[in-house]
């Protein structure tokens, strides 16, 4: 199966919205990964995001542009930034015989995840995911500790695959 992670774009400051959705930058960000990835083809069996609403906005972006129903975006507490990486593996485990998996999250649980996806070692990987990055791991289910990582673009390479660098 195919799990993709991506951080949720820009976000406003807490002082300003203390729902913290996705900052107009942060919604173009995600607007151009989103063009980016049906460029590229990606389609999706299932979409889960974090509860928070910048990680739905996220989700909700990709899925309209990538042919999913956002109405089926699976949410949980457990994609949560501070969530334990187990728990959110937990979550996603539902979706263990889907070919294709995106996750719209935050720092440090999607590292995390991806890290614990790759490696039979506690030590997390540096992956280098930012806002409104994509990163693709290909595992046999859920539970193994042996993917490969197929890529990781960056926002900037998006915006370039869409024709919308800044």
């Known amino acids: 199966m195919l799990v993709y ?3 949720h774009g820009a976000c406003l400051p807490r002082e300003i919205n203390p729902e913290q959705p996705l900052s107009p930058v942060g919604r173009g960000q995600i607007e151009k990964a989103a063009r980016a990835m049906r460029l590229l083809g990606l389609r999706f069996e299932a979409v889960a995001a974090s509860n928070k609403s910048r990680a739905i906005q996220t989700a909700e972006i990709v899925a309209k542009a990538t042919g999913f129903d956002p109405r089926r ?9 501070s969530a334990p990486a187990e728990a959110g593996l937990g979550f996603l485990h539902q979706f263990d015989k889907r070919a294709a998996l995106f996750v719209a999250g935050h720092l440090p649980n999607l590292a995390l995840m991806a890290s614990q996806l790759l490696s039979p070692f506690p030590e997390p ?3 280098g995911l930012e806002n409104g990055g994509l990163l693709c791991i290909e595992v046999p289910h859920l539970a193994a500790r042996n993917g490969a990582l197929l890529w990781l673009l960056k926002a900037q390479h998006l915006q ?3 024709g919308t660098a800044a």
């Open 5 to 7: 992670f991506m951080q």
């Open 73 to 81: 975006i699976a949410q949980s507490a457990e994609l949560k930034p």
């Open 125 to 127: 990987i540096a992956l």
């Open 160 to 162: 370039l695959m869409a």
